[in-house]
């Protein structure tokens, strides 16, 4: 099999990267330009969309972002503040064996581990999305893996059939409340929730109003995302979720709410919404990102959702 060539993507093969990442294996929206260049420009951050090539032919990649620390050493990391899953991406094989897609993978992942390499990294910290499980090209190579879970919610099946009685009960307090929900893709509005949501904790949100003003200026462009919002019968908003949209599913990347509106269900009644409504749509799931801090695991669980582990390497 011919020789994996990794190089910089330039601003025009940008293009060619976002058709990657719509027809790679296990890919998620989060690698996309329009995407990554928001927390380039938002954030400052030096970031380099490296692509693997055979042939010519794109056929996986990876974009860390980079940072000198203290001068001194040369750290990359395909994770950013509130987003996961950007790398490495490969190509769906084309092969019918079981086998030469095993081998095409090992020697795309295997060119970027030498690449990183050669090129004076320090340290990086790769994070694959769900689904790519095969790490041993770093794993067998010294480098150290770590296993992280999210939580999918199957939109074949009947919602009614798998909820738990607490779900069923938030429902119903929501009911009680007249809480409805409502695609409205309203910047201000979501960043005023997920404000609120950090302030109440004492802490700084990870992400500023302008990178959200950035993103609904995205969603605008392309149909990318969408905002649904639970609000009160005075139309005031009390939580909000913002799904992104995959080829297949949708990933639910921020969710917020307002702490002081302290009836029951208004989280429940979004998902449980969400989940009719992308069902009727022909998303097959949704990626709910919620496995790894035992207070969202422990609610979504009354989903009754597929947990699916994805890994990280450094």
């Not at 951050?45 to 940072?67: A, M, S, T």
């Not at 010294?142 to 999210?150: E, I, L, N, R």
């Given at each position: 099999?011919?020789?994996?060539?990794?190089?910089?993507?330039?601003?025009?093969?940008?293009?060619?990267?976002?058709?990657?990442v719509?027809?790679?294996?296990?890919?998620?929206?989060?690698?996309?330009?329009?995407?990554?260049?928001?927390?380039?420009?938002v954030?400052?951050?030096?970031?380099?969309?490296?692509?693997?090539?055979?042939?010519?032919?794109?056929?996986?990649?990876?974009?860390?972002?980079?940072?000198?620390?203290?001068?001194?050493?040369?750290?990359?990391?395909?994770?950013?503040?509130?987003?996961?899953?950007?790398?490495?991406?490969?190509?769906?094989?084309?092969?019918?064996?079981?086998?030469?897609?095993i081998?095409?993978?090992?020697?795309?992942?295997?060119?970027?581990?030498?690449?990183?390499?050669?090129?004076?990294?320090?340290?990086?910290?790769?994070?694959?999305?769900?689904?790519?499980?095969?790490?041993?090209?770093?794993?067998?190579n010294?480098?150290?893996?770590?296993?992280?879970?999210?939580?999918?919610?199957d939109l074949k099946?009947?919602?009614?059939n798998?909820?738990?009685?607490?779900?069923?009960?938030?429902?119903?307090?929501?009911?009680?409340?007249?809480?409805?929900t409502?695609?409205?893709?309203?910047?201000?509005?979501?960043?005023?929730?997920?404000?609120?949501?950090?302030?109440?904790?004492?802490?700084?949100?990870?992400?500023?109003?302008?990178?959200?003003?950035?993103?609904?200026?995205?969603?605008?462009?392309k149909?990318?995302?969408?905002?649904?919002v639970?609000?009160?019968?005075?139309?005031?908003?009390?939580?909000?979720?913002?799904?992104?949209?995959?080829?297949?599913?949708?990933?639910?990347?921020?969710t917020?709410?307002?702490?002081?509106?302290?009836?029951?269900?208004?989280?429940?009644?979004?998902?449980?919404?969400e989940?009719?409504?992308?069902k009727s749509?022909?998303?097959?799931?949704?990626?709910?990102?919620?496995?790894?801090?035992?207070?969202?695991?422990?609610?979504?669980?009354?989903?009754?959702?597929?947990?699916?582990?994805?890994y990280?390497?450094?």
């Open positions: 099999m011919d020789e994996v060539e990794i190089k910089e993507l330039s601003p025009s093969e940008y293009k060619e990267g976002d058709l990657l719509e027809e790679a294996q296990h890919s998620t929206p989060f690698p996309t330009s329009g995407w990554l260049d928001i927390y380039r420009d954030l400052s951050r030096d970031l380099r969309i490296y692509g693997c090539f055979r042939n010519n032919e794109l056929v996986g990649g990876c974009p860390p972002f980079v940072k000198n620390f203290k001068g001194a050493l040369k750290i990359g990391s395909s994770t950013c503040n509130m987003t996961d899953y950007c790398g490495p991406l490969i190509k769906k094989s084309s092969s019918s064996k079981w086998d030469n897609k081998k095409e993978n090992y020697e795309v992942l295997n060119s970027l581990r030498e690449f990183f390499c050669r090129h004076g990294f320090d340290n990086i910290h790769l994070k694959f999305p769900p689904g790519l499980k095969d790490v041993r090209p770093f794993t067998l010294g480098w150290d893996s770590k296993v992280h879970y999210t939580n999918y919610l099946e009947d919602i009614d798998n909820i738990s009685r607490t779900i069923r009960k938030d429902l119903k307090s929501a009911a009680e409340a007249g809480l409805k409502r695609i409205w893709n309203d910047p201000d509005t979501y960043y005023g929730l997920f404000s609120k949501t950090y302030e109440k904790q004492n802490l700084k949100p990870p992400l500023p109003r302008k990178f959200f003003e950035r993103i609904f200026s995205l969603i605008r462009k149909d990318i995302c969408y905002m649904i639970a609000e009160t019968s005075d139309e005031e908003a009390v939580a909000a979720h913002l799904n992104i949209y995959g080829k297949k599913s949708t990933v639910t990347w921020s917020a709410r307002n702490p002081s509106f302290s009836q029951r269900g208004s989280n429940a009644l979004l998902y449980y919404n989940f009719l409504d992308l749509r022909k998303f097959e799931y949704m990626n709910v990102m919620s496995g790894n801090i035992p207070k969202f695991a422990d609610f979504i669980r009354g989903f009754s959702p597929k947990l699916m582990p994805y990280s390497v450094v």
